[in-house]
């Protein structure tokens, strides 16, 4: 045998022998180190486990190696992986992660070596500098863990590290200590959008020579000035993120290295990036080449010949799919998301093409059958375009498609029965489309081939009708069903309690009915159930919520369900989101809430809670959102609001709590406490001095007991965005701070009984979009300013005070304006003849609602109560389409301009009880949004306007008690107003029953008589006359000569009329 056969016998037996070693360590039982057992288990005492997925942690389990999570070494035992990651989905969706302290006694775990924290909640803690002793880690991932603070320079102690991932976790300066990790291949340190990390120097970088992996997304660079040649210069370096950076301004090294980058990620995108020919995947997101938002796709990325990636989503390129991109052979993964692109009759080249996504472009017409050669397509994303037609049938060439997605299209008609053939299909949306389309048909349409396979189910809001089928059963491996806003009937089927794997479920805003909690089986993966806004009735048992002991988010308001539990019942499952409004949960307090320790979002409003809130439910509650309102909850509150989470909101409205108002922490930033019955002062609760700034941006108190002055401390919550004290017992004049809040765009202080000029410190406020400051004592001028300062004003009422003088021709400037209320004051002179500028008034169309917008809230809808047609009337939902001008019970004299009648948007206009002269504009008619108009208890003269009738929204018309004349025009709608509508004038005319014609013989008839009547004298008025003067002035004359009598007459007078008014009032009662 020769040498070299000697050699490979040798080592095959070599082999065989490692192998036999191998198989026998992994037969052998390997036991734990009973000290890290000890450490482990110390570790997780301090760990909050939502889940309880570390129940195999525990002392009767005493071979830790076995746990879950943990890896132990074969031949020692000791400890020297812990895999705690959850996946970012599962946490922030379905709230399965793990959160509380991380122990230090992890450190004396002295052969650990990988330790994966990511994806879940640490409260924002710092991140721990412990860490940093655990010399043993190649391994350190602490990404979107809920740490969040500066990297520790301790850090550098870590030498042995080969990955580090800080992502979303690290933010403030970059300790230059990381350059001391030689030995990192992988390298994450993207920011979190709360606070940038920022790298004033990124000289370290350059000893990170075996760097393979670098993200630095949404770092601020724009202090370092050598960080291009620095990255380029990287040898080992295969893909860098720079994502939405601030970089400065760069000198360009005249020759570019990158030798090895093949993948890069930024948002500005230079010239220089064009000249990376071996880059392979290239994502170049939001702003990438020009501030232009109709700027074309770069023509220079046809130079990079080699990517197979290609994603320009979130740019705003507005053009058509250039040619050349089609040229680019390689592609297999094409994402195009959020632009205004076009596609072109070239687009059938890319048939490579393994991913594409074109959602929320400006794609016309019908799908190109071009299309249908695509298949090699695993994912098509063509969603919140403008695509029409019905959905083609050659989709079914697509054998390959995992994921679909064609929602929000003009599509027409059902899925088509060819979908069938796509049996790969995981994924399947078409929401918002017009199907048309009975549910059981698109599951016989995708039954039995894709049933199989399909994961998700979507169609939001596309027109499907019928029951669900028991066909449901059949979709075993369904994860998602998503049916929400449609037109479903009947009852949840027995089959979906078939569905073992279903985790999210949505049925809102449906026609369903019957008890689904009786129907729901066992869903032990289910951690999403929304059924809110159908017909559901019935009594929910705690048995029927045994079956879901996952579930995280519950969404059931606007039912007609019941719960009926024992007082010491504690759920398995534990919440995050939990909506109720609208079930029947009382009289009792429902002490179970208690249990759910994790709950972030409630609503139980309108459960006919007639109880008080424990105290205890105070010290434990972590909601940021709670809702309480419309119950019958009585009692007070504690003198603190506790509040442990940021951006809390706490409504409270419409019950019977009383006492003083709570004080409310830094944190809270909206708190509605109307319509109940606090008292006393609101100075304790508005001015009490705190170390931290105040998020507080809508503070409601509305209708409640409160009184005093409102005191003058308004400059500690300078975010406030609404404040609405109406209905109160305020005296006094505003006061000076109020001017100082800057953001503030509704203000409603109504009935109470504020004096004083109008508020001066108004005139900073010009954010202000509503301002109500009727029902008081407000006296003098509306002073000019207001109409130069205050120009986004939307909502001016004034209502019901006692101001004078003119309406300032400023108002004319306030073009947002659409409803002005200035009723019942004592303003003269003329109505301004600039009306017409106020061109809110002139567009028919405007917004349906109206909001609020700031920083943490995203339209908050804006209410007002407007005097409209008599009576008042409290408008949210629909107040943008509300225009009206309200100038009724005044002084105003003069005619009725002309240019009142340009304002063709106008709904409501009441100019009655004032001083008005002159005619009835003859154009009036143009007004043709006009629903009521009011001129009544003025002195107008002339006739009623022809154009009058063109007014075919009019519903409520009064012209009475004036000195018009003539006949009523005679129009579709005019006839059948009340003739109380027209009574003291000189009409005639239906309503009227006065005719406005009259026959010829009973004309001369009446003429003769009257002849008569005069051509003698009628002694009896003469003597009525004579005697009527010397009565009065036998009576009235001696009043003039003694003062006496004079004042003994008018006391006796006074006398009367008091008693006379007492009578009345006791009769009312």
Not at 284 to 308: A, F, H, K, R, W
Not at 952 to 964: A, R
């Amino acid at each position: 045998m020769s040498p070299n056969t000697h050699t490979r016998m040798l080592i095959i037996v070599l082999i065989f022998l490692h192998l036999y070693c191998l198989s026998s360590e992994s037969e052998s039982i390997i036991e734990c180190i009973p000290s890290e057992r000890e450490v482990l288990l110390r570790f997780k005492h301090h760990l909050i486990d939502h889940t309880n997925k570390l129940s195999s942690w525990n002392a009767s389990n005493p071979n830790c190696c076995n746990w879950d999570y943990v890896v132990c070494s074969h031949v020692t035992g000791h400890v020297l992986q812990l895999h705690l990651n959850t996946s970012g989905h599962d946490c922030d969706e379905f709230y399965s992660c793990i959160g509380g302290d991380i122990s230090d006694s992890v450190v004396e775990l002295k052969h650990l070596n990988y330790l994966n924290l990511s994806g879940n909640y640490f409260g924002g803690k710092q991140i721990p500098t412990f860490l940093s002793e655990i010399t043993s880690l190649t391994h350190l991932d602490l990404s979107d863990s809920g740490f969040q603070g500066k990297i520790p320079h301790q850090i550098r102690n870590l030498s042995n590290l080969i990955y580090l991932d800080l992502s979303h976790v690290a933010c403030g300066k970059l300790p230059h200590q990381i350059g001391n990790l030689t030995n990192l291949i992988h390298l994450g340190l993207q920011s979190n959008s709360y606070e940038l990390l920022v790298i004033e120097n990124a000289d370290w970088l350059s000893a990170l020579t075996s760097l393979e992996y670098l993200d630095l997304s949404g770092a601020n660079l724009s202090t370092s000035l050598d960080w291009l040649h620095i990255m380029q210069a990287l040898p080992s370096l295969q893909e860098l993120h720079l994502l939405d950076c601030s970089l400065s301004d760069y000198k360009q090294p005249p020759k570019l290295n990158f030798s090895s980058l093949l993948s890069l990620s930024i948002s500005v995108a230079p010239k220089w990036i064009f000249q990376l020919n071996k880059l392979v995947s290239l994502k170049c997101q939001s702003n990438c080449y020009s501030n232009d938002i109709d700027s074309p796709i770069p023509d220079g990325i046809q130079n990079l010949t080699m990517l197979e990636n290609l994603d320009l989503s979130y740019n705003l390129f507005s053009s058509n799919i250039p040619d050349w991109l089609y040229g680019l052979h390689h592609l297999k993964v094409l994402n195009l998301d959020d632009n205004y692109l076009r596609w072109t009759n070239a687009f059938g080249n890319l048939t490579s093409l393994v991913s594409l996504d074109l959602s929320s472009n400006q794609i016309e017409g019908a799908i190109p059958t071009l299309l249908g050669n695509f298949t090699s397509l695993a994912s098509l994303d063509i969603s919140d375009n403008q695509l029409e037609g019905e959905i083609p049938t050659f989709l079914e060439n697509l054998t390959s498609l995992v994921s679909l997605d064609i929602s929000g299209n003009q599509f027409e008609g059902g899925i088509p029965t060819s979908f069938k053939k796509l049996c790969n299909l995981r994924d399947l949306s078409f929401s918002n489309l017009k199907c048309n389309q009975q549910f059981n048909e698109i599951l016989y349409i995708l039954t039995p081939c894709v049933s199989h396979q399909l994961k998700s189910l979507v169609a939001f809001g596309s027109q499907i009708s019928g029951h669900l089928s028991n066909q449901l059963g059949m979709f075993k491996n369904l994860e998602k069903l998503g049916l929400s806003n449609n037109s479903i009937i009947g009852e949840i089927p027995q089959s979906l309690a078939e569905l073992s794997s279903l985790k999210h479920a949505e049925f809102s805003r449906n026609q369903l009915s019957g008890n689904p909690f009786k129907i729901l089986g066992p869903l032990p993966k289910l951690t999403f159930l929304a059924i809110g806004d159908n017909l559901f009735q019935g009594i929910v048992h705690e048995d029927d919520l045994e079956n879901f002991p996952a579930l995280r988010v519950l969404s059931a308001s606007a039912n007609n369900l019941a719960l009926k539990v024992t007082p010491s019942w504690k759920p398995k499952f534990q919440l995050k989101i939990l909506l109720m409004s609208s079930w029947k949960l009382g009289p009792s307090f429902p002490s179970w809430i208690q249990s759910q320790k994790n709950l972030e979002y409630l609503d139980m409003s309108n459960v006919g809670i007639s109880d008080s809130i424990p105290t205890g439910f105070w010290e434990t509650s972590s909601s940021s959102y709670l809702n309480f309102s419309h119950n019958h909850i009585h009692g007070k509150l504690p003198k603190a609001l506790k509040v442990q989470e940021f951006f809390q909101i706490v409504d409270l409205s419409s019950n019977h709590l009383y006492g003083n108002l709570p004080s409310v922490g830094d944190n809270m930033i909206w708190l509605d406490l109307s319509h109940n019955s606090f008292s006393g002062s609101i100075t304790d609760f508005l001015c009490q001095k705190s170390d931290n700034s105040n998020w507080l941006q809508i503070l409601n108190l509305a209708s409640n007991n409160l009184s005093g002055r409102i005191p003058n401390c308004w400059r500690m919550w300078p975010e406030l965005v609404e404040v609405n004290l109406e209905s109160n017992c305020f005296i006094g004049s505003l006061p000076s701070s109020m001017g100082s809040l800057s953001n503030l765009q509704q203000l409603r202080i109504r009935n109470n009984t504020h004096s004083g000029k109008f508020p001066a410190s108004l005139k900073r406020n010009r954010k202000l979009i509503s301002l109500d400051l009727g029902e008081n004592n407000l006296t003098g001028d509306i002073p000019a300013w207001v109409g130069e300062r205050l120009t986004n004003l939307k909502f001016l009422r004034l209502r019901s005070n006692h101001l004078s003088g003119n309406i300032p021709n400023t108002i004319c400037g306030m073009e947002s304006l659409q409803d002005l209320d200035l009723a019942r004051n004592k303003l003269s002179g003329n109505i301004p003849n600039c009306l017409n500028h106020l061109s809110a008034m002139i567009n028919k169309v405007g917004e349906i609602s109206e909001t609020l917008s700031s920083v943490f809230m995203n339209n908050a809808i804006i209410s007002m109560v407007l005097w409209v047609k008599g009576m008042d009337i409290e408008y949210s939902s629909i107040l943008g389409l509300v225009k009206n001008i309200d100038l009724s019970a005044n002084k105003l004299s003069g005619e009725i301009p002309m240019e009142i009648t340009d304002l063709s948007g106008l709904v409501y206009l009441n100019l009655s009880k004032n001083e008005l002269t002159g005619h009835i504009p003859q154009s009036i008619g143009n007004m043709e949004s006009l629903e009521s108009i009011d001129f009544s208890g003025n002195q107008l003269t002339g006739d009623t306007p022809q154009s009058i009738t063109n007014l075919s929204f009019l519903n409520k018309l009064d012209l009475s008690y004036n000195h018009l004349e003539g006949q009523i025009p005679t129009g579709t709608q005019l006839q059948t107003f009340e003739a109380s509508s027209f009574v003291g004038n000189n009409l005639c005319g239906p309503p009227l029953q006065l005719s406005c014609t009259v026959p010829d013989d009973d004309a001369n008839d009446s003429n003769e008589k009257e002849r008569k009547k005069h051509n003698g004298v009628n002694w009896f008025f003469v003597f009525m006359a004579f005697g009527f003067i010397v009565g009065f002035w036998g009576f009235v004359g001696p009043l003039f000569i003694f003062k006496s009598w004079s004042y003994a007459y008018f006391r006796f007078l006074d006398d009367m009329g008091y008693k006379l008014q007492s009578c009345l009032g006791i009769l009312s009662l």
